[in-house]
């Protein structure tokens, strides 16, 4: 297939241009920092830094880190970098306690992002024919809004569906005959039983082609099952609001890793303990910078992703490099019994089996018990109770192959765990330890 681009001369700009431009806006967004954000100018003061130490793209090191931490602290409008003219909306971060990030962006900054979005679907192949129905959650979160302003800039027809009441979705897709979703990982695993309960095949009875999807962590196993169960290709989406949202990273038609925009964001990995950087290729947390940020630009974001950075050239001639599936966050490794387990060694075993369904959760609990309960696949379980503990045994076999414990598993009825309408809630943790 013939690779499309939105905007050819920026995706493909020769990596000396690239990183020529790199430089000129990090000195350009450091420059303002200095003279407008009281949160930089104190940090800066603190290491002594002037906007003209900052020479080359390796003197980024000598700029401090953001971190969540420091996002909070400084709500509602502490970052803020230009006058209240100027600001144009408003999202928030939730995350998991405590007060929201607040996060702005100028008129600029809005069309900004729905640019990237537009080079995003371009690149997988989406254009003004297509239909998008958009089953992300509308309001403050990013997700929603930062795509449909990318699809309307690329001329889909988009359906501002937002998530959940699974019937109205599928009557919207039959009717409109949507072509592309944009949906979270678990929901669309939850989609695709629901057509399934329905006796439904989308590939005979629906016009779906393609899905983006992302927001949340999950795995090539998971993908692979979207793709058989909505009849989809799946495009790989990765994004934070602390960076406008989705459209940071997403995949190509070749679908191996996200190209990261470079020309708008500075892409570094450091090991997540000594914040020290890290040669391509290896694992560790990504740090991002805003390069074209109005309203709130932020200097080498900890977004506690767990990534590394594929550097070879691409076979869709983008040269903007791409950064791997993300495996973790730094923060959501689980430590059972001593053991260092990430939730997503757990979903790779699961989603493997055949046998198991779409839904999953973790439960840790006691004195560091931890409990798998997994959904049976529709039509998994045929009466025989020994088949159950059959299988159930083999799970657990198969976990403590990945992760080197053996958790307890439970098996529930196809559709009986609790699904969310935004991010799934894989792990509870009610140990005390
Ligand atoms: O989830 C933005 C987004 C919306 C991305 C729609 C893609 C699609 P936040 O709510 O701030 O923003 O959450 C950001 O979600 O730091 C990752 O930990 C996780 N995340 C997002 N996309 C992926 C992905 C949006 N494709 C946090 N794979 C990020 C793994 C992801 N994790």
Request: proline content about 6%; aromatic content about 6%; overall charge positive.
């Amino acid at each position: 297939m013939e690779t499309m681009f939105w905007d050819k001369r920026n995706e493909t700009m020769g990596r000396p241009a690239l990183e020529a431009l790199q430089l000129k806006r990090l000195q350009s967004t450091v420059r303002r920092l200095a003279r407008r954000v009281p949160f930089y100018q104190e940090k800066f003061a603190e290491r002594g830094l002037k906007p003209a130490d900052i020479r080359t793209l390796a003197d980024a090191q000598k700029l401090p880190f953001t971190t969540n931490a420091d996002l909070r602290a400084s709500y509602p409008k502490g970052l803020v970098a230009v006058g209240p003219e100027s600001l144009a909306r408003l999202h928030t971060s939730s995350g998991t306690t405590g007060k929201p990030k607040a996060l702005f962006f100028s008129r600029r900054d809005v069309g900004n992002a729905a640019d990237l979005m537009a080079r995003c679907l371009t690149m997988t192949g989406v254009t003004r024919q297509d239909v998008l129905q958009n089953m992300m959650t509308y309001g403050l979160f990013t997700g929603a809004l930062v795509m449909h302003y990318g699809a309307e800039k690329v001329g889909c027809l988009v359906i501002p569906a937002g998530p959940g009441n699974s019937e109205k979705q599928l009557l919207l897709m039959q009717d409109f005959r949507s072509t592309v979703l944009h949906i979270t990982p678990s929901y669309a695993l939850y989609f695709a039983g629901f057509l399934e309960s329905k006796g439904i095949d989308p590939r005979r009875d629906l016009a779906l082609r393609k899905a983006f999807v992302g927001a949340e962590p999950y795995t090539e196993e998971t993908r692979r099952k979207i793709e058989r169960t909505l009849g989809v290709e799946v495009y790989n989406s990765y994004g934070l609001s602390e960076m406008s949202g989705p459209g940071v990273a997403f995949e190509c038609a070749q679908k191996r890793g996200m190209h990261l925009w470079e020309d708008n964001y500075l892409l570094e990995i450091v090991d997540p303990k000594s914040g020290q950087p890290l040669p391509d290729g290896q694992r560790g947390e990504l740090v991002l910078t805003t390069l074209c940020r109005e309203a709130m630009p932020i200097l080498r974001y900890r977004t506690r992703d767990i990534t590394a950075v594929i550097a070879r050239p691409c076979a869709c001639g983008r040269t903007h490099r791409r950064i791997d599936r993300i495996t973790g966050r730094s923060d959501d490794m689980l430590i059972v019994r001593g053991v260092n387990i990430y939730p997503q060694q757990i979903e790779q075993v699961l989603m493997a089996i055949p046998e198991v369904g779409r839904n999953y959760v973790i439960q840790l609990e006691g004195l560091d018990e931890m409990t798998v309960r997994v959904e049976l696949a529709e039509g998994g379980f045929d009466g025989q109770v020994s088949r159950l503990a059959r299988l159930r045994e083999e799970i657990g076999a198969r976990l403590r192959a990945e992760i080197l414990t053996k958790p307890k598993v439970e098996l529930a009825p196809p559709g009986s765990l609790p699904v969310s309408e935004g991010k799934a809630k894989r792990v509870i943790d009610t140990r005390k330890l």
